[in-house]
């Protein structure tokens, strides 16, 4: 699995977009970008993926790079129930393991 | 619908002992994954299964073992218990096989400590 590079922590303001970046240089073509959440103490949560084009669902939007080495998460209104940790994962697709870092910590302030 | 149920919640075991945590996926998921989460680091995959068949194991000492029942439920097993396997154990549940995907769904897990 292609490794990913987040960075540590992040803050953003209530009611402000957050964009978590994500760098992704070694991907391969057929390998997908996964994001999953985990709030604390409860397990991670499914977010959002995609492959080549940008993805948007009701959770956030995807933008991925047309070179494909990196990415970006956008929740575009954040609340304080967003305060968690945020993993970009590649992988080969959807019946494969998920490979997590570390993660960012994204807290949102009021 | 019910999600991913663990149980139970929190554990504590005592170094050398067995523990067997279980794990009930989402009505109709035949796929069901571990993961090991050590406080600070993200989630390590240990195993995971599809229609009873042991598809994928991690980095994990032989102590360590799974399997999933006819209804799809698993558990895991985790033999000869170190400090070091105090962690959060997650389980996950996948609709793979049915056409829709919305991702792996994750349990709250159970708390496992060794003292």
């Known amino acids: 699995d292609a490794k990913t590079t987040q960075p540590t922590s992040m803050d953003c303001a209530e009611g402000r977009a957050a964009n978590l970046p994500c760098n992704h240089s070694?991907?391969?073509?057929?390998?997908?970008v996964y994001w999953y959440r985990q709030i604390h103490s409860q397990g991670p949560q499914y977010i959002i993926h995609?492959?080549?084009n940008n993805e948007t669902n009701e959770m956030a939007s995807l933008i991925i790079t047309e070179d494909r080495k990196s990415s970006t998460l956008i929740l575009p209104h954040a609340t304080l129930r967003d305060t968690a940790v945020y993993y970009c994962?590649?992988?080969?697709?959807?019946?494969?393991?998920?490979?997590f870092g570390k993660g960012t910590l994204l807290t949102v302030n009021p | 619908d019910a999600g991913v149920t663990q149980s139970p919640t929190h554990l504590i075991k005592t170094r050398g002992q067995h523990v067997t945590l279980r794990c009930s996926p989402i009505?109709?998921?035949?796929?069901v994954s571990w993961y090991q989460q050590v406080l600070g680091q993200g989630p390590q995959f240990i195993f995971q299964?599809?229609?009873?068949?042991?598809?994928g194991r991690g980095n994990f000492p032989d102590r360590f073992s799974a399997r999933q029942f006819p209804n799809y439920s698993s558990e895991l097993n985790v033999n000869a218990l170190l400090l070091g396997d105090s962690a959060l154990y997650l389980c996950?549940?996948?609709?793979?096989?049915?056409?829709?995907?919305?991702?792996?769904?994750f349990g709250s897990g159970t708390r496992l400590t060794v003292v």
């Open positions: 996950a549940s996948s609709s793979e096989g049915t056409g829709i995907w919305y991702g792996y769904t």
């Open positions: 070694t991907i391969s073509g057929n390998e997908y």
């Open positions: 995609g492959l080549k």
């Open positions: 994962i590649v992988t080969l697709g959807s019946n494969y393991k998920l490979t």
């Open positions: 009505s109709g998921h035949k796929s």
């Open positions: 299964y599809y229609e009873k068949e042991e598809r």
